[in-house]
Nanobody, 124 residues
Framework: QLVESGGGLVQPGGSLTLSCAAS????????IGWFRQAPGKEREGVSS???????KYSDSVRGRFTVSRDNAKNTVYLQVNSLKPEDTAVYYC????????????????????WGQGTQVTVSS
């Protein structure tokens, strides 16, 4: 099971730290992706981190979002800075098993496990 937390209402320019905690299995050998879905839009990938710490970002968030993982806590984080109203969405984390420590991707269909999401609203 994956559980996201850390969402909320924030003003433009603000920051949040989203967490994705796993229970029942170890995230050590999983690629973790962060996706978001705004009302009326498709779910899109924003970031991903390999089991070895290689990262990937979408163009829309690169330089503002930072993904990291703490395998000891079985948790992955997404630090979201310089938030814009267009970042408003439900943010989901997902896990894809991989034996390759540098393998990272944001292909939604390949992720096996999904959390329930956490709402991020950016508004003044």
């Amino acid at each position: 099971q994956l559980v996201e937390s850390g969402g909320g209402l924030v003003q433009p320019g603000g920051s949040l730290t989203l967490s994705c905690a796993a229970s029942g299995f170890s995230l050590d050998n999983y690629v973790i992706g962060w996706f978001r879905q705004a009302p009326g839009k498709e779910r899109e990938g924003v970031s991903s981190i390999s089991s070895g710490g290689t990262t990937k970002y979408s163009d829309s968030v690169r330089g503002r979002f930072t993904v990291s993982r703490d395998n000891a806590k079985n948790t992955v984080y997404l630090q979201v800075n310089s938030l814009k109203p267009e970042d408003t969405a439900v943010y989901y984390c997902a896990a894809d098993f991989s034996q390759y420590p540098t393998y990272v991707h944001m292909r939604r269909a390949e992720y096996e496990y999904w959390g329930q999401g956490t709402q991020v609203t950016v508004s003044s």
